[in-house]
């Protein structure tokens, strides 16, 4: 996943990651860390707004977001999976005022899920 955000031109605190979190520093990608996490709730992606080192911005705001990866592992998902998650951040970090993109990253995490669900008798 680390390595995917790279290849997207993301700035990853760490530079990739040894752990289950991933750090990024979005001051390249000119949004907000509370605006990536709200507008990626919307479409049903959680993470969290995290400063960085030497965060311009107050806490309540912040430059980066925190993203964990046991939330996708415990539904097994895998490598395809990471980068097709990556794929879905990345476009709606790209527009986020665009509501199509919104609808289609929404989508797109649905069915994912649907895919993936976390007990065999819920398919949501």
């Known amino acids: 996943m680390a390595e995917e955000f790279l290849n997207r031109g993301f700035q990853l605190v760490s530079g990739g990651t040894d752990t289950h979190l991933i750090l990024i520093d979005l001051t390249n990608k000119n949004i907000t860390g509370k605006e990536a996490e709200d507008i990626l709730a919307m479409a049903g992606i959680t993470v969290n707004k995290n400063m960085v080192p030497f965060d311009k911005r107050s806490p309540f705001i912040t430059s980066g977001i925190r993203i964990g990866t046991p939330a996708v592992t415990t539904r097994n998902m895998g490598k395809g999976e990471m980068i097709e998650i990556v794929g879905l951040i990345d ?34």
């Open 91 to 124: 476009q709606i970090i790209s527009e986020p005022e665009d509501p199509a993109i919104l609808r289609r990253t929404k989508q797109g995490v649905v069915d994912l899920c649907k895919s993936f669900p976390l007990y065999e008798e819920f398919h949501e």
